[in-house]
């Protein structure tokens, strides 16, 4: 291969590790002759339009790959993950079994496939995978992370708030682990370090509109006038409202009636302003930070 | 030896098309609605997350088992001051905790949706519909209940 060609290869790599997808795109246009049908210009197109949440073109390019040079880890593992972002999860768990039939132990392959378990709702077989990845890799930021996802969808918040922050501590930057120990914070109710991960995941991936909205939504968490409906927040409101009632017919069955109405008109105003209150703290966030 | 953990188990369960509601906004069904409208509603979307056949039944059971407990609090309550407030309050909290089961029983496939990162779908039609549908025929069920008494 000439020495221009291979450079490019170079270059699409290098723009592709620092999360510049659309400029992989435009390297690999460059290419021409023996270089164009790399087994690294497939991997590379198809990781890129992964990425760039153009999954259907990464399934077309990377089984036109898969098809041309035979199988092999790397690109299963970008098909697999393709296939799960398009909703395709049986054909996901396919990619990914025969990427793991040729290394049983891969690491990233095993977390992929965790991945589509958690997607399918099975999240004791994606925890069993995630710790098979962890016994065959040290410690890293996707392990971490992983376990906090299947933390997640086990129900566990305050697991997947320990393994996000192991995961920072992993990758300080890592936008993924932001956004993990964010929406974990968020659930365990420390909404003010919740909103600092959530925000700083969202200026990382200026593209991602669900991170700017769960950044704006956790901002208003912080707003002074939010802070006597923290108990929404933390449990349940049908919990809470459940309390409401047993204290008010508690105080009324132990004779004590005034007590009782004086509380029940407290849990009223309280109600209105948890009606009233949000919708405005919205707004006036909103305007700020212009829709 | 073959190995267990590799094995394929992901069937074409999850219809990823289907777009389910937040449990959030359920509760507000139940609050207003009473069991009868919580029940639909949960049964409905626990269809479109694809929770298993034994635990949508297990939310059709507890709906059952929620409206028995209404009726019996109904006899019990219902006297010569007719629908008193303690009444209507006791009816309603039934309904909120056969709601918490039926979030429970959602909950671990909602969270594999919140993971496949799909957008959620509005209640705001269905759950007025099932709103004002379950609280009428609670109503109606009551009003049997009082004829035959």
């Known amino acids: 291969m000439n020495d221009p060609s291979e450079a490019r290869l170079r270059m699409a790599a290098h723009w592709l590790q620092i999360g510049r997808p659309e400029r992989v795109l435009d390297e690999l246009q460059g290419l021409s002759g023996d270089a164009a049908v790399d087994y690294r210009s497939y991997l590379f197109r198809g990781a890129a339009l992964h990425a760039l949440d153009r999954n259907a073109e990464a399934i077309d390019v990377l089984r036109d790959g898969l098809t041309l040079h035979g199988p092999f880890p790397a690109m299963l593992h970008v098909l697999g993950s393709s296939l799960r972002s398009e909703g395709r999860l049986p054909e996901a768990e396919a990619a990914f079994l025969q990427g793991l039939s040729l290394d049983p132990n891969d690491p990233d392959l095993l977390i992929g496939y965790a991945h589509v378990c958690l997607a399918a709702g099975q999240a004791e077989k994606a925890s069993a995978l995630v710790e098979r990845a962890a016994s065959h890799a040290p410690e890293s930021v996707a392990v971490s992370a992983a376990r906090a996802q299947v933390a997640f969808a086990l129900g566990k918040d305050r697991d997947m708030h320990r393994h996000s922050t192991e995961a920072l501590a992993h990758d300080p930057e890592d936008p993924n682990a932001r956004a993990l120990h964010g929406t974990a914070s968020m659930l365990t109710g420390n909404s003010r370090s919740g909103y600092r991960s959530l925000a700083s995941a969202a200026a990382a991936q200026p593209g991602d509109a669900d991170l700017r909205a769960a950044a704006r939504e956790a901002k208003m968490f912080n707003h002074p006038l939010m802070l006597p409906l923290r108990p929404f927040a933390r449990f349940n409101p049908l919990v809470v409202w459940v309390a409401a009632v047993a204290v008010i017919y508690g105080l009324r069955i132990a004779g004590l009636a005034p007590l009782s109405f004086a509380f029940a008109m407290f849990w009223l105003g309280f109600c209105v302003y948890s009606w009233v209150v949000p919708p405005l703290v919205r707004r006036w966030i909103n305007r700020k930070w212009g829709s | ?149």
């Open chain 2, 1 to 149: 030896m073959p190995d267990e953990l590799l094995r394929p188990t992901v069937g074409a369960g999850v219809d990823m098309s289907a777009r389910p509601w937040r449990l959030m906004s359920q509760t507000y069904v139940a609050f207003f609605g009473g069991v009868l409208a919580s029940t639909a509603v949960a049964y409905l979307n626990a269809g479109r997350l694809g929770v298993d056949a034994a635990k949508r039944r297990l939310i059709l059971l507890t709906g059952l088992a929620g409206l028995l407990a209404v009726i019996g609090l109904f006899v019990l309550l219902y006297g010569d001051s007719g629908v008193t407030s303690g009444l209507r309050v006791s009816i309603r909290v039934v309904a909120v905790l056969c709601c918490l089961a039926q979030l429970r029983l959602q909950r671990p496939m909602d969270r594999a949706f919140q993971l496949r990162g799909a957008d959620y779908g509005s209640l705001w039609g269905v759950g007025i519909a099932a709103t004002i549908g379950g609280a009428v025929a609670e109503a109606l069920i009551l009003l049997l209940v009082t004829v035959v008494l």
